[in-house]
Every structure is written in structure tokens, then in C-alpha cells.
């Protein structure tokens, strides 16, 4: 968006796009506006428009592609999400997670890596209150300091509730959200929950922190 609008010369007039992240239906009426504008008329800039608007899709007006071979006729009916629904009262966005990493460390014995798997979730009611939760499982080996600071204050770093392997990793269960809701016609409220983990096995140690914050954002 920053690179639109040094291309348009002018700053768009739906959001202040300084302030991150973005709101979604803000953004979404935004990309109408977009996909005319003769500034943006390279391939890369089509592509990226397209993808922001099917990402985003319950908030572009104009029509976006639906999967012409969904699977089991049921999942991924638009191509960005495993399930969806979408009404005046509720609408919900359902996809997988997957992140893998692998790193090296000069004196690690066991090269770090992180495999992670869960489900993000998006949706609103009555397009008054939204929410976005975030789950995964996830199995890791650390860089030698994550250790270090891990055994030093036996707490992995982010994390609430974990266990460490016989192996020497780490195993956790990792828990985000955001729930927002409409105060009035120029403001809106938000709540962030960080660092909210739930117990994945017994002899664990546990720690909570919720909310992380709380913000308060107008909007234009």
C-alpha cells in the first residue's frame, strides 16, 4: 500500500496507511478503488491487488474468483480459505497453518528448527464484533542463548505453558487473538491476547499473560 501510493503521488483517503496493522474492510475498500487506476498497470501490481482482494475478499465489492475445483466440493471454495461462510449476521474464514524453519548455530550440537501446525480462524457478528484466533502446536530445538535463557529462567521465550523433550527440544502449544468491536461511528476498540497458552502435557511449567494490551484506534 505505501508503494501505491508513492505511485499515485497522494495519499489514499480511506486509512492513514503509516499506522499498522491495517483493518481488513478498510484495506478491502480501499483495493476498489485500486483496480482502475491507471498508475497500476504492471503485471506484478495487478497480481498483488488480486491476491489482497481474494485474501480479503468479504470486504471488496467487486467480485473475486471462486475455486473452480474445490475439494470435496465442500473446502476451499474461495482459494484463501479451507472453509468460510459469509451472512449479514455472521461471517467466518477458516485456514491450516503450517511453518517449518531450520537454522544452523556454529556451537549447537542439534541444528535449531521449528515445526509448527494449527488453524487461524477470522470472522465478525453482526459486522459489530470481530475476532481472529491463532493456534498451533508446535515442536522445536533453540539456538544455544534461547537454551540458556530457557534453563536460566525456565520459561521458553513467547511461551506459556510447554514441556521440554527427552531429546533436548521444546514442545508447545501457542494460543493468539484479537477481538474488536465498534464503540461508536469513528472509533474502534481492540482487544490483543499475547502469549495465551494452553497446557499440551503433564510436568509442564505455566505461565499467563492476558491481555497484553489494550488499544484504542480511530478511524478516519
Known amino acids: 500500500m505505501d508503494r501505491y501510493e508513492i505511485l499515485q503521488g497522494e495519499n489514499n483517503s480511506v486509512f492513514q496507511t503509516a499506522t499498522k496493522p491495517y483493518q481488513r474492510d478498510l484495506l478491502g475498500h480501499c483495493l476498489n478503488s485500486l483496480v482502475t487506476d491507471p498508475v497500476l498497470h504492471s503485471r506484478s501490481d495487478q497480481f498483488n491487488i488480486a491476491y489482497l482482494s481474494q485474501d480479503n475478499w468479504e470486504f471488496v465489492s467487486r467480485g473475486t474468483s471462486i475455486s473452480k475445483t474445490p475439494l470435496f466440493n465442500t473446502f476451499y471454495n474461495r482459494p484463501g480459505d479451507l472453509a468460510s461462510y459469509y451472512s449479514d449476521e455472521f461471517d467466518i474464514q477458516v485456514s491450516p497453518v503450517l511453518y517449518v524453519n531450520r537454522g544452523i548455530g556454529s556451537d549447537n550440537d542439534q541444528n535449531s528448527n521449528?515445526?509448527?501446525?494449527?488453524?487461524?480462524?477470522?470472522?465478525?457478528?453482526?459486522?459489530?464484533?470481530?475476532?481472529?484466533?491463532?493456534?498451533?502446536?508446535?515442536?522445536?530445538?533453540?539456538?544455544?542463548?534461547?537454551?540458556?535463557?530457557?534453563?536460566?529462567?525456565?520459561?521458553?521465550?513467547?511461551?506459556?505453558?510447554?514441556?521440554?523433550?527427552?531429546?533436548?527440544?521444546?514442545?508447545?502449544?501457542?494460543?493468539?487473538?484479537?477481538?474488536?468491536?465498534?464503540?461508536?461511528?469513528?472509533?474502534?476498540?481492540?482487544?490483543?491476547?499475547?502469549?495465551?497458552?494452553?497446557?499440551?502435557a503433564s510436568d509442564r511449567s505455566c505461565s499467563l499473560i492476558f491481555p497484553d494490551h489494550l488499544c484504542l484506534s480511530s478511524l478516519r
Not at 534453563?151 to 506459556?160: L, T
Not at 477481538?179 to 494452553?198: A, C, E, H, P, Q
Open 114 to 200: 521449528r515445526l509448527s501446525r494449527g488453524v487461524v480462524m477470522r470472522g465478525s457478528i453482526d459486522k459489530k464484533v470481530g475476532f481472529y484466533p491463532y493456534f498451533t502446536s508446535s515442536k522445536a530445538f533453540f539456538l544455544t542463548w534461547v537454551n540458556d535463557y530457557t534453563d536460566h529462567n525456565g520459561a521458553v521465550p513467547g511461551e506459556g505453558f510447554w514441556k521440554q523433550n527427552k531429546n533436548g527440544g521444546y514442545s508447545y502449544f501457542s494460543a493468539l487473538g484479537q477481538v474488536t468491536f465498534n464503540l461508536t461511528k469513528i472509533s474502534k476498540r481492540k482487544w490483543d491476547m499475547t502469549g495465551i497458552s494452553l497446557a499440551k
